[in-house]
């Protein structure tokens, strides 16, 4: 049976579950649920801290997991990324008092406090900095005024509560982090990690694409197919009235409205959208 580490609580937990669901998989509905075994799927799933599973997964007590890139790579164990997962998404960065740092090459000498040492002593490292990292297990935003650091290192998303606590982001991010599937390096091949990562991979694209049909003059087909390639070809059918044509082709979701816009512009009629539940491609 395939071992699975799964966040146990957290946005990214829900999201993850969600994510399995839609792929097929049978997910808890008791919160305080550590283990559960999908026997139809032949799949274990273990709840466990986010920032626990790239351990779990690296010593390779579990086949594979998820957790976040930025967890990953601060664990320093030997356990790959097998792709993203488009969820969960989060970019790391510094943040000083307003004027006290310019740039990267200003951390030499300095204290940089975050939560996630590892990850800053690689970053600093590959970019020839010498700083003392201090490593701090919850919030760092009070670091500097507290007198511990001079500079902090951590997730920022709107920069809020930097500025409440009296700091401004300076720099390029240190990394752009998002909910990824990872497996121990060296790992072999398994077919049951095959059909997960397809069954994954099948959901992000449903997700990303909806099926468009709709009706076009015959001789008007190739301009609509330019509007609407699809993946690899739209498909193409005839109809009653031989002067006209039936177009059916995967477009993404985010030009949806744009796409029928087009369409319409160009003389295409009975455009419809269906969603995508599930698909391989």
Known sequence: MLRVAVPNKGSLSEQAAAMLREAGYRQRRDPRELVLADQDN???????????????????????????????????????????????????????????????????????????????????????????????????????????????????????????????????????SEAVLIRRTGAGENAAVDVLIRRLQGVLVARQYVLMDYDVRVELVERACAITPGLESPTISSLRDTEWAAVRAMVRRDVTNQVMDDLWALGARGIIVTGIHACRL
């Open 42 to 176: 032949g799949v274990e799933f273990f709840f466990l801290r986010p920032r626990d599973i790239a351990v779990y997964v690296g010593a390779g007590t579990l086949d594979c997991g998820i957790t976040g890139r930025d967890l990953l790579l601060d664990s320093g164990v030997e356990a790959d990324e097998v792709m993203s997962l488009g969820f969960g998404r989060s970019t790391f960065r510094f943040a000083a008092v307003p004027g006290s740092v310019r740039g990267l090459a200003d951390l030499q000498g300095r204290r940089v406090a975050t939560s996630y040492a590892g990850l800053v002593k690689d970053y600093l490292a590959s970019h020839g900095v010498e700083a003392s990292v201090v490593r701090l297990a919850g919030a760092v935003e009070t670091a500097v005024q507290l007198g511990v650091a001079d500079v902090i290192a951590d997730v920022v998303e709107t920069g809020t509560t930097l500025r409440a606590a009296g700091l401004e982001i300076f720099g390029d991010p240190i990394l752009t």
